[in-house]
């Protein structure tokens, strides 16, 4: 470890070493780092063969940061979802369709009229350039947008009902992955959680006893992840809605993913309409951009003119806004559900998610064609059925018929051959089922980037 060079040293050496390409010094400092924590970790791992001088050592440093800058690539970079979860949060849930993707690049090309009126000539409203689809769409009077719905929650609560209540029901109080969680956010807004019924049943006069001077509002949360089954009763939104209406108490709804389009219309189970939403009397109703409606991400809110102001007028409005490429995005997703006539083939979401098998086994079977070729000897890759789900809280007790391929060799283990998928390029996110590594090829868009490039064989698995 001593006989490490100082820094300064070492970025001298690998500025030398990479001559030519111009490298700012904050970026050869980073390259240096990265250098000098490898051969640490040699050096710590006592692996054999290292130098004995500096002069050595030195050296040493230059080959590593040659590597390391071989190595560098974006942080963020395209991978293929193999794991049959259409909607994958982790993995950036819904894809764009080709005409949003256009307008992105667009948008962030050249100016755009985000807050400008063509017409004045005066400064415009970033949500008019949404707000007349997603009415046309929900049959709502107004609607907004921000970052995601766990803002849409956060706004329409503080805005609404800071300082004051919200009744709610037991079975609704739920936590979405990533630490979204309904009384957390709640408290954050600055409103009273006031929950009544009980985990599996609540009825409309457990709200009705509940509703005095303190209460702002009446709220009602789609239990997107899970169900409550057996003896259950729950006040339905049209119950609540005429709860509301003869107290002059609005209601809020969180739908989660909130569809725009009939699911069932696919041969897939139903998911609430936002439009039913809107017809059975919710003031507000919040969901996802990137969830079943298969655009970028984004909270959206439709509702009443009245409430749908004051949530514009609301100082958090301005830091939980959306940005003109999710703007753009979201147009353009949105004018496909206007336009198209076949909303299934046109977003990349409903189109994964209505893939009939016959079409998955016509992948499956190019896909093992191209993995087998690249793949190295000993591996044996079978077509299996397997089932995948919509994921991101839609649906969740809905498995969807798939094929999948197994993949599998004599001495690897499933988790050693998951590892080996994710090291190649494109990485492959794939998951294990009934001890055998597989990849589903419903969530596989395109075939052609499972020609991948494995890392040699000879490092460890
Ligand atoms: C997914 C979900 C959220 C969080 O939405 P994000 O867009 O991920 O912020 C909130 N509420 C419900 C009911 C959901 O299903």
């Known amino acids: 470890m001593r006989l490490l060079p100082p820094i300064d040293e070492c970025i001298a050496a690998a500025e030398r070493a990479l001559d030519g390409h111009q490298l700012s010094r904050d970026y050869l400092k980073m390259l240096v780092r990265r250098a000098q924590d490898a051969i640490r970790a040699e050096i710590a791992a006592d692996a054999g063969d290292l130098p004995c001088d500096r002069a050595g050592m030195l050296e040493r ?20 979802n193999a794991t049959g979860v259409v909607l994958h949060t982790n993995l950036g849930r ?96 600055g409103a009273r959680l006031r929950e009544v019924g009980t985990t599996n049943r609540t009825h409309p006069r457990d709200f009705t006893a509940a509703i005095g001077p ?36 609005e209601v809020v709804e969180d739908l989660g993913s909130g569809a725009l389009v009939d699911l069932a219309a696919f041969g897939l189970p139903r998911e609430p309409l936002v439009s039913e939403s809107v017809a059975a009397g919710a003031g507000l109703v919040t969901f996802s951009g990137d969830k079943l409606l298969g655009g970028p991400q984004a909270g959206i809110i439709v509702g009443r003119r009245g409430l ?16 003109k490429l999710t703007l753009a995005a979201l147009s353009a997703t949105l004018r496909i559900y206007l336009r198209s006539r076949s909303v299934a083939g046109a977003i990349p979401t409903l189109r994964m998610l209505t893939r009939t098998p016959d079409e998955l086994e016509r992948v499956a079977s190019e896909a093992r064609a191209i993995i087998a070729e690249r793949i190295g000897p000993g591996f044996a890759i079978e077509i299996v059925p397997s089932t995948s789900e919509i994921g991101s809280g839609s649906l969740p007790t809905h498995q969807l018929p798939s094929r999948a391929l197994a993949i599998t060799h004599p001495s690897l283990s499933p988790d050693a051959i998951a590892a080996r ?15 055998v590594f597989q990849l589903d090829m419903r969530t596989v868009s395109d075939v052609s980037m499972l020609a991948l490039e494995f890392p040699d064989s000879d490092e460890q698995e």
């Open 61 to 80: 440093v230059t080959a590593a940061v040659r590597n390391a800058f071989a190595a560098d690539e974006p942080a963020l970079a395209p991978v293929v």
């Open 94 to 189: 819904a894809l764009l369709a080709e005409e949003a993707i256009a307008a992105v690049v667009q948008a962030a090309r050249a100016p755009v009229n985000l807050e400008y009126d063509l017409v004045s000539g005066a400064r415009g409203d970033r949500d008019a350039l949404i707000e007349g689809e997603l009415c046309a769409l929900t049959g709502a009077e107004a609607a907004t947008v921000v970052n995601n719905n766990a803002a849409a929650v956060l706004l329409a609560l503080s805005a609404l009902a800071a300082g004051r209540e919200v009744i709610i029901s037991r079975g609704e109080l739920i936590e979405i992955g990533g630490s979204f969680r309904i009384p957390e956010v709640m408290a954050q807004s």
């Open 214 to 249: 303190e209460t702002a509002l009446l709220m009602k949360v789609h239990p997107s992840n899970y169900r409550v089954v057996g003896f259950t009763s729950e006040v339905t939104l049209a119950e609540l809605a005429a709860i509301g209406r003869k107290h002059g108490i």
């Open 308 to 323: 749908v102001d004051r949530l514009k007028a609301h100082p958090l409005k301005r830091a939980l806004r959306c940005d």
């Open 421 to 435: 998928f994710r090291r190649a390029r494109p990485p492959v996110i794939g998951r294990i089922s009934g001890g």
